[in-house]
Nanobody
Framework: QVQVVESGGGLVQAGGSLRVSCTAS????????MGWIRQAPGKEREFVAA???????KYADSVKGRFTISRDSAKNTVYLQMNSLKSEDTAVYYC????????????????????WGQGIQVTVSS
């Protein structure tokens, strides 16, 4: 059973930066696509970013150019560096995983992910 644990959320001013982390255990990390999904109050979960086992990255249009997803396979950890934060980025951020090896396709729908963390709050004050 794969376990996913997020860390690093918090409060930041608009225009600022924040990095959140996610560590996975119990599976073959190198075969997984790791994704970040967020849910703002009163809204549905939305895809933010994903990094495929091959290193290919995908981003939602709303964060492209501001957020960067990366992974450290030695630590079974994926990071989401968030820059130029806006109030509309305020949400609970979830890390999720799906075994997509050997395909090169990144799940872009939250419903496609199999394993989820508990979520962390990111609040951007304006």
């Amino acid at each position: 059973q794969v376990q996913v644990v997020e860390s690093g959320g918090g409060l930041v001013q608009a225009g600022g930066s924040l990095r959140v982390s996610c560590t996975a255990s119990g599976g073959s990390f190198n075969k997984y696509t790791m994704g970040w999904i967020r849910q703002a109050p009163g809204k549905e979960r939305e895809f933010v970013a994903a990094i495929i086992w091959s290193g290919v990255r995908k981003y939602a249009d709303s964060v492209k150019g501001r957020f960067t997803i990366s992974r450290d396979s030695a630590k079974n950890t994926v990071y989401l560096q968030m820059n130029s934060l806006k109030s509309e980025d305020t949400a609970v951020y979830y890390c999720a995983a799906k075994n997509t090896f050997p395909t090169g396709r990144a799940p872009l729908s939250p419903n496609e992910y199999d394993y989820w963390g508990q979520g962390i709050q990111v609040t951007v004050s304006s």
